[in-house]
Structures are given as C-alpha cells and as structure tokens.
C-alpha cells in the first residue's frame, strides 16, 4: 500500500527541489516525510560503478556479518566513515531552492497542539 501511495504522489506531485537531486516531500499526520530517491540512486550507481567503494562495502558487510560478541569496538564504523567521505552525505541546494524547500515544510507543518487544562480535583485551589 506503502509503494502505491508513493507512486501516486510522485504522478500528481511535483518535486519541491529538482536539482541537482530531486526531493519530494509529504505529508504524514504525524508531521512530513522527505522522499531523497534521486539522491540514493545516485550513491548506490556510484558504489556499484567504482570497485574500491564496493569493496569498502562488503568488507563493512562480511565485517557485520561475523559472529563475534559486542565489545563495544565496531570496526565498521571505520569503513563506513571511508564511505561516507568517498561519497558525501549532504545533499546540495541551490539558490531559491532552498526557500522553496522551507516554503514547503511550512505548509506541510502539523498545527501546533492544544493543551486543554485538565479537571480540577475537588477541593483543589
């Protein structure tokens, strides 16, 4: 059902960033959610395309897979912090784009929440 409402909103929604990576955001009754697809795919073909990023990856891989006890050294960390320099992790925008985007998580903001004061117990002040 998930896949299907995605796909339904991508149909009839523009993106509210659409460069360099696209990014769709929307609304949840719990607040928005933020569709970065574009940007994924763009890592994973670059991981896929250059062999020493994919070798990190499946040393990070092989390395979490291996049965051992949490000893609270986590040698993946190292790796994914390889990856992570190798890949970036910030996604850019440019120019108006980034009032666009606060534009569009201000309208798709859930009202801020009323507090009704609670029942006075009796005898209470």
Do not use: C, S
Request: charged share 25%; net charge neutral.
């Amino acid at each position: 059902m998930n896949h299907i409402r995605l796909i339904w909103h991508r149909l009839f929604r523009r993106p509210t960033i659409t460069g360099p990576y696209r990014l769709y955001i929307r609304r949840t009754p719990a607040g928005a959610m933020l569709d970065v697809e574009h940007y994924l795919d763009a890592v994973l073909i670059t991981i896929a395309d250059n062999p020493d990023l994919l070798d990190l990856l499946l040393q990070m891989a092989d390395d979490r897979g291996a049965a051992r006890g949490h000893d609270g050294w986590e040698p993946e960390q190292l790796l994914a912090e390889r990856l992570k320099d190798a890949l970036g992790y910030e996604l850019p925008l440019l120019g108006p784009a980034v009032l666009r985007l606060a534009d569009r998580l201000r309208a798709v903001a859930p009202p801020p929440a009323v507090v009704v004061p609670g029942q006075r117990e009796a005898g209470a002040a």
